[in-house]
């Protein structure tokens, strides 16, 4: 398992070095200088070859990339293009708001899907089981954005009892934070929360399946208590494997809800980032993405690999 | 033997048909112009001469939402077929390269899987300007390795098969096992993410035309159509509900098809029932 788990490690680093610099590589083609963007039209010839040489981007493309992923270890993504300010700082700021959203998201997420799951599982064959297997389908199908524009429509427009947007941090005023937080974390976790149920549905239907459940139940277990007893761990492996995958779907997803709800997190500065053709701020911030996926897909591998018994015991 | 069609299939066969059907529809006949800005028909509720009613600039939602479908069309078909075209020979490559070969690809297309469509299209939008056709790219091209996987994984199960090997050994190369064995018997498991695909890159269209990096105005788009409704969402929350329910219907639709081709064609289904 330990072989395993290092091969993983191994491959994690090898295709974070080569994602930053293909995320590098993909930027350094944008036609047009930053240093001309930032300067406007009337720059004299001295002045935007001063600029290009503070930007760094005189120099050779190597040279540039090795500097900047060597910063980014001791946590410099460099100096945005357009404010002149560190990236850095903003950057893990604003990473702060969008994990808030992504945590409260997945917990709404959970909160649907395992109850609404296994319910469905054990009801599979009666009408209401596919009442609700007939739901997470539509869920599926509505996205996030809808489901944040309908939820503003209920709650902050019609009913009024919560704000249609923006952000207050939590040591500011955790009450004007918790209902801010509200809508957005459901309009993410509710389309999760349908594509989880579906997920859970089915592992724990194969479950229901196995020899040792069926025995649990001929000892008088009710359907649940025998799930409860017996079940839940083996339909968990599964599961866990798309809870992992869903978190990167998560975040990326959070880029679209920020926008709605005029939240301050990663995606605003991402969106923000590119209008403004800031080239190291769009660079930074779509490295962070991408390597949170690739880290989370990682860890569930990790966990696979722990969880499951039988890839435990191969090795 | 072929099983009997699951309600999933025909659900879906008549959403994604009332789609293509108003799509095509589009091409010959509309209500009104989509994009005719007309002062003194806006905000009209749905009635007998605008059927959905009209927007802030007077233009006819039903026109809207059926050339919007073409867009939507059109960016799915062109982003699945780039999926499809390069991720499946990419599968079958990387199932019958040598060993560490299929490795390497696998590992390359384990890294696109990184780089999600919406994050992939607001960077290349950034580097050659956001319109439709940088997001289907963006949109074909992360949707790539999910073919590949597929594709790997079903020739890897052929390849172990008696008339594969019988074919080997009477000195078939390769290639020609690949076409004549290989590709028709992975096309039904390629036909079905292809469903399912077609229905990730509605949302991603949707989300980006939304955010103001897809389909440019004035092309009618379902994504920008909701992206308009928002400032007006307080008295005309109808601007958000039409295309909303268009784009859930469209996606409701290629999913459940994709799931009722699966329960047709997928031989893993086949050996449990």
């Known amino acids: ?315 | 033997m072929r099983r009997s069609s699951s309600p999933s299939l025909w659900v879906g066969l008549g959403l994604v048909g009332l789609v293509v059907v108003m799509a095509l529809m589009s091409f010959l006949w509309t209500p009104h112009d989509p994009t005719l800005v007309d002062a003194a028909q806006r905000l009209r509720g749905p009635g007998t001469d605008y059927l959905f009613g009209t927007d802030k600039f007077g233009r006819d939602l039903f026109s809207q939402v059926m050339v919007g479908a073409r867009t939507t069309l059109f960016v799915g078909v062109v982003a699945v077929g780039v999926a499809a075209l390069i991720g499946t020979p990419l599968g079958v490559f990387a199932a019958m390269a040598p060993k560490w070969l299929g490795e390497l690809v696998m590992r390359v297309n384990d890294l696109v899987l990184a780089f999600p469509a919406l994050l992939l299209a607001i960077v290349l939008g950034a580097v050659f300007g956001a319109d439709t056709l940088t997001a289907m790219i963006a949109i074909g091209v992360a949707s790539v390795p999910s073919f590949a996987r597929i594709a790997r994984s079903a020739t890897l199960g052929v390849m172990s098969t008696e008339y594969v090997l019988a074919a080997r050994s009477a000195g078939r190369t390769k290639t020609a096992i690949a076409v004549r064995h290989v590709l028709p018997n992975i096309a039904g498991l390629v036909i079905v993410q292809s469903s399912v695909s077609f229905a990730i890159a509605v949302l991603s269209e949707a989300a980006l035309s939304f955010l103001g990096f897809g389909t440019r105005p004035p092309t009618p788009s379902w994504g920008r159509m909701l992206q308009e409704s928002q400032e007006l969402l307080a008295v005309e929350p109808r601007l958000a509900l039409v295309p909303g329910v268009a784009i859930a219907l469209a996606v409701l639709g290629f999913n459940l098809l994709g799931d009722g081709l699966r329960d047709r064609y997928d031989p893993r289904l086949e050996v449990r029932g």
Do not use: C
């Not at chain 1, 720059?43 to 290009?52: C, F, I, S, Y």
């Not at chain 1, 760094?56 to 993504?77: C, H």
């Open chain 1, 1 to 315: 398992m330990v072989v395993q788990i290092l091969r993983r490690a191994l491959i994690f680093v090898v295709s974070a070095l080569v994602a930053s610099a293909a995320v590098f590589g993909l930027l350094a083609v944008l036609p047009g200088d930053p240093a001309q963007v930032a300067l406007g039209v009337s720059a004299t010839p001295e002045l935007l070859a001063k600029t290009r040489q503070e930007f760094g981007i005189d120099r050779p493309l190597a040279t540039q990339y090795f500097e900047w992923i060597g910063g980014i270890f001791s946590g410099d993504f460099g100096n945005s293009y357009v404010t002149r300010e560190p990236i850095g700082p903003q950057l893990i700021d604003r990473l702060g708001v969008t994990m808030w959203l992504v945590g409260a998201g997945m917990l709404v997420a959970l909160l649907i899907a395992l109850p609404a799951g296994v319910f469905a599982a054990v009801r599979h064959r009666r009408a209401s089981g596919s009442v609700i297997s007939g739901l997470s389908q539509l869920g599926v199908a509505v996205p996030g954005f809808v489901a944040a524009i309908i939820l503003v429509q209920i709650f902050a427009v019609d009913l009024r009892w919560l704000p249609a947007g923006g952000w207050t941090p939590p040591i500011i005023d955790p009450l004007d934070f918790l209902s801010g937080l509200i809508l957005p974390a459901l309009s993410l976790g509710l389309v999760q929360g349908a594509v989880l149920t579906r997920y859970v549905r089915s592992s724990v239907i194969d479950v229901l399946r196995e020899d040792y459940l069926r025995t649990a139940r001929a000892k008088g277990l009710t359907p649940y208590r025998a799930l409860l007893r017996h079940g839940l761990r083996n339909a968990s492996v599964p599961v866990v494997t798309v809870l992992g995958l869903q978190l990167a779907t998560l975040l990326i997803g959070a880029v679209v809800i920020e926008r709605v709800f005029v939240i301050p997190g990663l995606g605003s500065m991402l969106l923000d980032a590119v209008s403004n053709r800031d080239l190291l701020t769009v660079q930074g911030i779509v490295l962070v993405l991408v390597l949170a996926v690739l880290l989370v897909n990682f860890v569930v591998d990790v966990l696979y690999t722990v969880l499951n018994p039988r890839l435990r015991q191969a090795s």
